[in-house]
């Protein structure tokens, strides 16, 4: 535990996490392009969860549309991660401590999971269902935890600044 608690405190200390946590505008800046990431992320996710779902346009194949929409996913899940990552650093031994967070964590961990059998497992017979109105059972399942777990990443989210002790 005090190599964790050292490398939390070299982390916070250096300089670009003390330029974040002393300059309120450089934090605004970067919680700013989070909020950004995270809403582009959940609007693209919503995207393909509801079509799972049986929501949206169903003459659309499924595939065709997870194609379309999933490098906007990428490419906000990574502006994501970089952003929330300077922001952790800022504040790194709190974050770290602080249970709302580990929720978050989790949640995010629980998604990657949920995708990673979806995309290994569920997709795999999508010919199958590519234009049914109403995937497959398990494609729903897939599609509302990933949706649930999304939303519940930003309740979380947002609760992280309400539950940080303040300065």
């Given at each position: ?22 300059k309120a505008w450089a934090f605004t800046t970067v ?137």
């Open positions: 535990m005090q190599s964790i608690t050292a490398l939390l405190e070299a982390l916070q200390s250096s300089s670009w996490a003390v330029f974040i946590h002393r919680e700013v392009a989070h909020v950004f990431a995270v809403s582009m992320l959940l609007g693209t996710i919503a995207i393909v969860d509801l079509r799972l779902l049986g929501f949206g346009p169903a003459k659309r194949p499924f595939a065709e549309l997870s194609r379309q929409v999933l490098p906007f996913t990428w490419a906000a899940f990574v502006l994501a991660a970089a952003a929330g990552s300077l922001l952790f650093i800022s504040r790194a031994t709190d974050y770290f401590t602080n249970p709302v967070f580990w929720i978050k964590m989790s949640l995010i961990a629980v998604a990657g999971i949920n995708m990673a059998i979806f995309e290994f497992v569920t997709v795999r017979d999508v010919q199958k269902w590519d234009l049914d109105p109403t995937p497959p059972p398990r494609a729903r399942l897939a599609g509302g935890i990933s949706i649930a777990c999304w939303v519940l990443v930003i309740i979380f989210g947002r609760l992280i600044s309400f539950s940080l002790q303040g300065e």
